[in-house]
């Protein structure tokens, strides 16, 4: 249970939440679009099946629903800089796409000239067109490739050059389980002066199995012990699990030295899935006040 002072900080910290909405995953969102807040961020990830024109029309989607799109653009994956350079005019010019998320992308060996999200920002292809707001990754859990300190090396310089370059910084993380691990995260990022907001990940409600497979693709800790944590027992993998433990975690913890925090939502178990949970939350924390 949440502490009665603490109950407007979790109905603070479920308001202003983003969402992560393939393009096969439009009509679900469009389902959804009435329960969710105007202006709301939908991040388009950069996914192999879907080509440029499948992500713009998912943007274009988005914006006509009332959203803000931020696209995906996964460096590893772009072939060349006229194909870099494309995609964003069009986003700019035919949606009016203003946020970006920037990534490295899964390959090992780049299909063009993009080693990594850096090499993207770097081009001052973003800040030319147009775009105000460039999202990098954070990772509190661990990262598949980078130790710690390259992490935090890494993600200090595309901060200042996304700020350099006149835009603004936006951090979102990989999606977590312990919220312990994401507050000692913020914490060590306020302290090493990266004061830009941040998203932290959070998973939907889904499956457990579902939740652990994910966690296994994307580099995620997923440890009995860190499940636990979260409300997941290893030995129920039949069941359903949501946030609730975490994100009660989350708020109890957070203070102003965190800075501005807000939630980022993979929608795991499906857009209508996540959008209700928060609704039914959020009701559970202004029964208990």
């Known amino acids: 249970m949440i ?6 900080a979790a109905l603070d910290l479920t308001q202003a939440y ?4 393939s393009a096969k995953a439009m009509p679900a969102l469009t389902d959804a679009a009435p329960r969710i807040a105007p202006g709301s961020i939908v991040s388009v990830p950069y996914l192999p099946g879907e080509d440029d024109d499948a992500r713009l029309a998912a943007a274009r989607a988005i914006r006509a629903l009332g959203f803000t799109p931020m696209p995906h653009l996964a460096a590893r994956r772009i072939a060349s800089h006229d194909e870099l350079e494309s995609f964003i005019q069009r986003a700019v010019v035919e ?31 973003f800040e030319r067109a147009g775009i105000k707001t460039v999202g990098v990754g954070g990772h509190p859990d661990n990262h598949p490739v980078m130790s710690t ?5 890494v993600l200090e310089h595309k901060c200042r050059s996304i700020a350099m370059r006149g835009m603004a910084p936006l951090i979102v993380t990989q999606f977590v389980f312990d919220a312990d691990i994401a507050l000692s995260w913020l914490e060590t990022l306020r302290e090493r002066g990266i004061t830009y907001p941040v998203r932290i990940g959070v998973p939907g409600p889904a499956g457990i199995a579902v939740l652990i497979r994910y966690a296994a693709l994307c580099g995620v800790g997923a440890c009995a012990s ?14 359903t699990a949501g946030p609730d433990h ?15 925090v807000d939630l980022h939502f993979f929608p795991f178990g499906g857009v209508v899935q996540s959008v209700r949970w928060l609704e039914q939350y959020r009701e559970r924390v202004e029964l208990a006040r």
């Not at 300190?149 to 090396?153: G, S, V």
């Not at 860190?226 to 069941?239: A, D, E, H, T």
């Not at 913890?253 to 501005?260: K, P």
């Open 246 to 260: 975490f994100v009660d975690r989350l708020a109890t913890g957070l203070t102003a030295a965190h800075g501005q």
């Open 226 to 239: 860190m499940l636990s944590k979260y409300g997941v027992s290893l030995g129920k993998l039949l069941g």
């Open 149 to 153: 300190d390259d992490r935090w090396d």
């Open 95 to 125: 949606v009016g796409v203003e946020h970006c998320f920037v990534i490295a992308g899964d390959p090992a060996t780049p299909k063009g000239p993009f080693p990594d999200s850096a090499s993207l920002i770097d081009t001052g292809m």
């Open 3 to 8: 502490p009665f002072d603490k109950r407007r």
């Open 18 to 21: 983003s969402l992560e909405v």
